[in-house]
């Protein structure tokens, strides 16, 4: 069956740098665009970042935008979110989801990872 698992997170320093991974099986990156979502307590779900199947195109959330690297290994099957600069307001579950266009509305992304829990705290 279709699976998408990140793996990556962890508690980081205010500053530091985290590297997320999405790998997924049952699918290849050809053919689907792959996003990057966060969710912090109390909040809503947040879109960061997206990478275009066809031809890499990346998309960022302003909130990201400068900080975060989303990139992809096609060999691999994975997905990467390079994270830098990392803020005590990063500190959310990310997941990684499936679409077939990055700018579709959230509930459009059909397969979702379970998410990867991330820290910024000293």
């Known amino acids: 069956q279709v699976q998408l698992v990140e793996s990556g997170g962890g508690l980081v320093q205010p500053g530091g740098s985290l590297r997320l991974s999405c790998a997924v099986s049952r699918f290849t990156l050809d053919y689907y665009d792959i996003g990057w979502f966060r969710q912090a307590p109390g909040k809503e779900r947040e879109g960061l970042s997206c990478?275009?199947?066809?031809?890499?195109?990346?998309y960022y959330a302003n909130s990201v935008k400068g900080r975060f690297t989303i990139s992809r290994d096609k060999a691999r099957n994975t997905v990467y979110l390079q994270m830098s600069s990392l803020k005590p307001e990063d500190t959310a579950v990310y997941y990684c989801?499936?679409?077939?266009?990055?700018?579709?509305?959230?509930?459009?992304?059909?397969?979702w990872g379970q998410g990867a829990q991330v820290t910024v705290s000293s």
């Open positions: 989801a499936r679409a077939g266009d990055c700018r579709a509305d959230p509930y459009e992304y059909d397969y």
């Open positions: 990478i275009s199947a066809y031809d890499g195109t990346t």
